[in-house]
């Protein structure tokens, strides 16, 4: 760990009036983060979005001191960090225009590799509602043994999916909305506990960051980024699971809603995102598979196929199918990027014209697997 640059990469969060997204074109703008704490402030100050005020917080580098003290919590607690150009950085987030410059986590999951379930709801959850959540997580663990469940570990829904998750031995994140130096609400601290050797807790909060209300309206884009799928189980006309819904249905996720009667105040909102072709309705695992053609592993089927039956790739493309055939399932064309170390744009040029040729098809995610 680079202490040095990781003080840039926590100072700049801590900006006021500085968003994810306007930092992020402030350090393309300087060229690098360290580099806009050594900008002078006249030419700071001439970049679009910036101007005299923010100008004049960002040279007082009165962050940095803050900074570094989050840096002997990090140390002290092996707390990983995750900053938004990084290979280790969530690609499902770097997806998203307006995902958190850093994150944090606490716990033992790779945040890149199996398919990512989001799972949410309200925090009134009924009977009816715990019982589909856990139906659902046990099917998906029997079915899709590599799925990881994300969740707020919220009361209701959130809780009911991570406890889920822990029993039937799937990895589980709960993405929180304040620092890794608590946990909220203080009753969950034993699930917390549970997760962490084979799941994880992710923030973009320092310690000592209060869970406050607006936190967690904002944790939630980083729910609905990071899964591949989102499912809410139950959810009243308002709340923040419909927040997440829309949130995921922006960023192109698949969204899917358990149905419930008419007159159910708590799958009034479910109701509302099939009525509005916002959810897709789905009553058990095997919905999520068929809609998002997830298939079980064939190994044996998928390594057996011939490179020889494509005579007409070229040697960048060979290596695409190289790489493709050690992921049976598939694998989504940013992580395809960054494994191949090219440019998305590159990667998404050589796909398509290999999709053309039938070599390779397109599944729901932007995931790409060899055609059979």
């Given at each position: 760990?680079?202490?040095?640059l990781?003080?840039?990469?926590i100072?700049?969060?801590?900006?006021?009036?500085?968003?994810?997204?306007?930092a992020?074109?402030?350090i393309?703008?300087v060229?690098?983060?360290?580099g806009?704490?050594?900008?002078?402030?006249?030419?700071?100050?001439?970049i679009?979005?910036?101007g005299e005020?923010?100008?004049?917080?960002?040279?007082?580098?009165?962050?940095l001191?803050?900074?570094?003290?989050?840096?002997?919590?990090?140390?002290?607690?092996?707390?990983?960090?995750?900053?938004?150009?990084?290979?280790e950085?969530?690609?499902?987030?770097?997806e998203?225009?307006?995902?958190?410059?850093?994150?944090?986590?606490k716990?033992n999951c790779?945040?890149?590799?199996?398919?990512f379930?989001?799972?949410?709801?309200t925090?009134?959850a009924?009977?009816?509602?715990?019982?589909n959540?856990?139906?659902?997580?046990?099917d998906?663990a029997?079915?899709?043994?590599?799925?990881i469940?994300?969740?707020?570990?919220?009361?209701?829904?959130d809780?009911?999916?991570?406890?889920?998750?822990?029993?039937?031995?799937l990895?589980?994140i709960?993405?929180?909305?304040?620092g890794?130096?608590?946990i909220?609400?203080?009753?969950?601290?034993?699930?917390?506990v549970?997760?962490?050797p084979?799941g994880?807790?992710?923030?973009e909060?320092?310690?000592?960051?209060?869970?406050?209300?607006?936190?967690?309206?904002q944790?939630?884009?980083?729910?609905?980024?990071?899964?591949d799928?989102?499912?809410?189980i139950?959810?009243?006309?308002?709340?923040?699971a419909?927040i997440?819904?829309?949130?995921?249905n922006d960023?192109?996720?698949?969204v899917?809603?358990?149905?419930?009667?008419v007159?159910?105040?708590?799958?009034?909102g479910?109701?509302?995102?099939?009525?509005?072709?916002k959810a897709?309705?789905?009553?058990s695992?095997d919905d999520?598979?068929?809609?998002m053609?997830?298939?079980?592993?064939?190994?044996q089927?998928?390594?057996?196929?011939?490179?020889t039956l494509?005579?007409?790739l070229?040697?960048?493309?060979?290596?695409?199918?190289?790489?493709l055939r050690?992921?049976?399932?598939g694998?989504?064309q940013?992580?395809l990027a960054?494994?191949l170390?090219?440019?998305i744009?590159?990667i998404?040029?050589?796909l398509?014209?290999m999709?053309?040729?039938?070599?390779?098809?397109c599944?729901?995610?932007?995931v790409y697997k060899i055609?059979?």
């Amino acid at each position: 760990m680079n202490d040095e640059l990781l003080k840039y990469k926590i100072g700049i969060t801590l900006i006021k009036g500085i968003g994810s997204n306007l930092a992020k074109n402030l350090i393309a703008y300087v060229g690098s983060v360290e580099g806009v704490f050594k900008e002078k402030q006249a030419a700071l100050a001439k970049i679009p979005g910036i101007g005299e005020m923010l100008s004049n917080e960002i040279v007082s580098q009165n962050v940095l001191s803050r900074a570094e003290e989050e840096i002997e919590f990090i140390i002290k607690n092996k707390i990983k960090t995750y900053y938004y150009t990084d290979r280790e950085f969530p690609f499902r987030l770097k997806e998203c225009a307006d995902s958190p410059i850093m994150i944090f986590s606490k716990g033992n999951c790779d945040l890149n590799n199996g398919k990512f379930v989001g799972v949410v709801g309200t925090r009134n959850a009924t009977e009816a509602g715990k019982d589909n959540c856990k139906k659902l997580i046990s099917d998906l663990a029997h079915i899709l043994p590599n799925t990881i469940i994300v969740s707020g570990l919220a009361y209701g829904v959130d809780i009911c999916a991570h406890k889920a998750a822990l029993d039937c031995g799937l990895p589980t994140i709960g993405v929180i909305g304040h620092g890794l130096d608590r946990i909220y609400p203080a009753a969950h601290r034993p699930t917390a506990v549970k997760m962490m050797p084979n799941g994880a807790l992710v923030t973009e909060y320092l310690s000592c960051t209060n869970p406050d209300r607006p936190n967690f309206v904002q944790r939630n884009r980083i729910i609905a980024g990071m899964s591949d799928a989102l499912v809410v189980i139950e959810s009243a006309s308002k709340g923040g699971a419909l927040i997440t819904a829309e949130i995921a249905n922006d960023y192109n996720r698949d969204v899917f809603a358990f149905p419930g009667r008419v007159n159910d105040e708590w799958s009034a909102g479910c109701n509302a995102l099939i009525r509005s072709n916002k959810a897709a309705l789905v009553e058990s695992a095997d919905d999520i598979l068929k809609f998002m053609s997830w298939e079980k592993l064939n190994v044996q089927a998928t390594t057996n196929v011939q490179t020889t039956l494509f005579l007409d790739l070229s040697d960048e493309e060979h290596n695409i199918v190289s790489t493709l055939r050690q992921f049976p399932d598939g694998v989504q064309q940013n992580e395809l990027a960054i494994i191949l170390e090219k440019p998305i744009s590159k990667i998404s040029s050589m796909l398509l014209e290999m999709e053309f040729k039938g070599v390779v098809k397109c599944l729901p995610g932007s995931v790409y697997k060899i055609v059979k």
